[in-house]
T-cell receptor
Framework: DAGVIQSPRHEVTEMGQEVTLRCKPI?????LFWYRQTMMRGLELLIY????????DSGMPEDRFSAKMPNASFSTLKIQPSEPRDSAVYFC?????????????FGQGTRLTVV | DQQVKQNSPSLSVQEGRISILNCDYT??????FLWYKKYPAEGPTFLIS?????DKNEDGRFTVFLNKSAKHLSLHIVPSQPGDSAVYFC?????????????FGKGTKLTVNP
C-alpha cells in the first residue's frame, strides 16, 4: 500500500481565497483524522471520522473550516475564506481498529501558506 | 491546557549512548500511549506504544516505560544512532470512553552526534 496520500504537498494562496486539502487514507482503514501543526500549538486534532461519519469536530477552529468524507477512500478539508493565521502544516492520518488499540498512520502533510 | 507535556524541547546525545525522552500527562482517563518519530518535511511515523495495563514495552532498541501513579512515560533508545536524530512526539488517548482522539505533546528534538 502507498500509505496515506495527501495533496497538494505545498499550497500558497492569498488571504480570502478558498483552500481545499485532500486526503486518501490507507485502503481498509475505518478511521480518518485531520491534524494541524503549528509552532505555537504543536499537533492538534481538528476532526476525525469513523466509517465516513464525523465523530469529533471539536478541534475545528471556526466556521471557516469544514471537512467531508464522501466515501471510504477520500476526504477533504476546506478553508473558506483563508486567513494568514491558517498557515500551518496539515496532516491527514488513518487507522484500522478491529479490536484493541492501534496506531494511526500519517501522510506527508500539506504545507499551507496564506499571504 | 496541555494534557500531554514534553518539557525538554531538545536533547543531544553521543552515538552509542542511551537517549531518554520524557513525557508527562494530566488526564487520568488516558489508557493508551504512543511515541512517534518525525523527520523534516515528512509525516510522523509510529515508533512504539504501550497500554495502561503494562508498565514496559520493548521493541529492539526502543523501550517505553509507563509510570501510571506519576502520570509519566519515557522512551529509551539504546544504543543511539545518528539516524535516530529526529523530533519525537509523545501521544495519548482515552479509548475506554470510546474516543479515538490522540493528544500530542509538542515534541523533543533528538540529536545523536557521531
Amino acid at each position: 500500500d502507498a500509505g496515506v496520500i495527501q495533496s497538494p504537498r505545498h499550497e500558497v494562496t492569498e488571504m480570502g481565497q478558498e483552500v481545499t486539502l485532500r486526503c486518501k487514507p490507507i485502503s481498509g482503514h475505518d478511521y480518518l483524522f485531520w491534524y494541524r501543526q503549528t509552532m505555537m500549538r504543536g499537533l492538534e486534532l481538528l476532526i476525525y471520522f469513523n466509517n465516513n461519519v464525523p465523530i469529533d469536530d471539536s478541534g475545528m477552529p471556526e466556521d471557516r473550516f469544514s471537512a467531508k468524507m464522501p466515501n471510504a477512500s477520500f476526504s477533504t478539508l476546506k478553508i473558506q475564506p483563508s486567513e494568514p493565521r491558517d498557515s500551518a502544516v496539515y496532516f491527514c492520518a488513518s487507522k484500522f481498529r478491529p479490536w484493541g488499540n492501534t496506531e494511526a498512520f500519517f501522510g506527508q502533510g500539506t504545507r499551507l501558506t496564506v499571504v | 491546557d496541555q494534557q500531554v507535556k514534553q518539557n525538554s524541547p531538545s536533547l543531544s546525545v553521543q552515538e552509542g549512548r542511551i537517549s531518554i525522552l520524557n513525557c508527562d500527562y494530566t488526564n487520568s482517563m488516558f489508557d493508551y500511549f504512543l511515541w512517534y518519530k518525525k523527520y523534516p518535511a515528512e509525516g510522523p511515523t509510529f515508533l512504539i506504544s504501550i497500554s495502561s495495563i503494562k508498565d514496559k514495552n520493548e521493541d529492539g532498541r526502543f523501550t517505553v516505560f509507563l509510570n501510571k501513579s506519576a502520570k509519566h512515560l519515557s522512551l529509551h533508545i539504546v544504543p543511539s544512532q545518528p539516524g535516530d536524530s529526529a523530533v519525537y512526539f509523545c501521544a495519548a488517548s482515552g479509548t475506554q470512553g470510546g474516543s479515538e482522539k490522540l493528544v500530542f505533546g509538542k515534541g523533543t528534538k533528538l540529536t545523536v552526534n557521531p
